[in-house]
């Protein structure tokens, strides 16, 4: 399986790929490709190149276009993640882990029990003293090429619980892993569908350390957003947030 790489659309010409800057040096430097290897890049809004490299050097490699072909190993159903943001970098979890899995977008949420605060816009610095979202940008970008897929996870601004009801509307299907439910799954939440109802998209919603709070599970009865239950055991919120996304992906077909 030849390596995956990215590149940026504008990039990509009808012939030649062109990346610069890191790519660049880990394709020369640290994996020592030369002139005449096969890889694949992928501009992570669906497009795949597979290319022969011509010029490498760790400033700069070109690569002649053989083959594109688009999405073939996206999801053709979209499940956008909800996530209120748990402490420490366990969001990171969520965003590689679920990148992987193949979740459209993952939404920043900060609720009433959140711990973190969306001030500044979650202003705390990863490793390299980068914001978060910048730091989970290069964590999906990473996880994409892993996982050979070739969308780049939307990362929404960290938004409140209060105003994502307003968008609710916009999904085909709302679901909130909450343990106060303790009859619907997933699964029969996807059954109760009427037959007819074409589920495109999907948003699951999965609540802080704190858990929600008995307004917001009000709120969410009020918006048809159905609550579920994940099982009888206390999940971490990053573990929540998996589950749930993985469990509507394979609901959907898009786990195999
Ligand atoms: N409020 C809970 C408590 O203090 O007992 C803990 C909240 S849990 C750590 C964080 C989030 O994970 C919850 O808001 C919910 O969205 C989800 N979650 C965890 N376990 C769950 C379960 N068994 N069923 C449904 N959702 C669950």
């Known amino acids: 399986m030849p390596e995956h790489f990215h590149v940026k659309p504008s990039d990509v010409s009808e012939r030649q790929v062109t990346v610069s800057g890191e790519e660049a040096r880990h394709i020369a430097t640290a994996l020592r490709h030369k002139r005449g290897d096969r890889v694949v890049f992928v501009d992570g809004q669906g497009g795949e190149y597979e290319c022969s490299l011509e010029a490498v050097s760790s400033f700069s490699v070109t690569a002649r276009i053989i083959n594109r072909s688009r999405k073939g190993r996206e999801p053709i159903r979209q499940v956008?993640?909800?996530?209120?943001?748990?402490?420490?970098?366990?969001?990171?979890?969520?965003?590689?882990?679920?990148?992987?899995?193949?979740?459209?977008?993952?939404?920043?949420?900060?609720?009433?029990?959140?711990?973190?605060?969306?001030?500044?816009?979650?202003?705390?610095?990863?490793?390299?003293?980068?914001?978060?979202?910048?730091r989970w940008q290069r964590l999906a970008v990473a996880a994409m090429k892993q996982s050979l897929r070739s969308v780049l996870p939307k990362i929404h601004e960290p938004t409140e619980l209060a105003k994502l009801w307003d968008q609710c509307d916009a999904y085909d299907l709302a679901l909130m892993a909450d343990e106060s439910e303790k009859r619907l799954s997933v699964a029969r939440a996807f059954s109760e569908l009427p037959a007819n109802k074409e589920v495109r998209r999907v948003l699951c919603i999965v609540g802080p350390e704190g858990g929600f709070s008995e307004e917001e599970r009000q709120r969410a009865a009020d918006k048809h957003v159905r609550l579920v239950t994940l099982g009888p055991r206390r999940l971490r919120a990053e573990t929540a947030g998996l589950a749930l996304a993985a469990l509507a992906l394979a609901q959907l077909g898009e786990l195999g």
Do not use: C
Request: avoid cysteine.
């Open 80 to 134: 956008t993640l909800a996530q209120a943001v748990p402490k420490g970098t366990r969001m990171d979890l969520v965003i590689e882990k679920g990148t992987e899995l193949g979740v459209y977008g993952f939404i920043p949420l900060v609720s009433q029990n959140s711990v973190i605060r969306p001030e500044g816009g979650l202003p705390v610095p990863g490793e390299a003293g980068e914001g978060r979202q910048a």
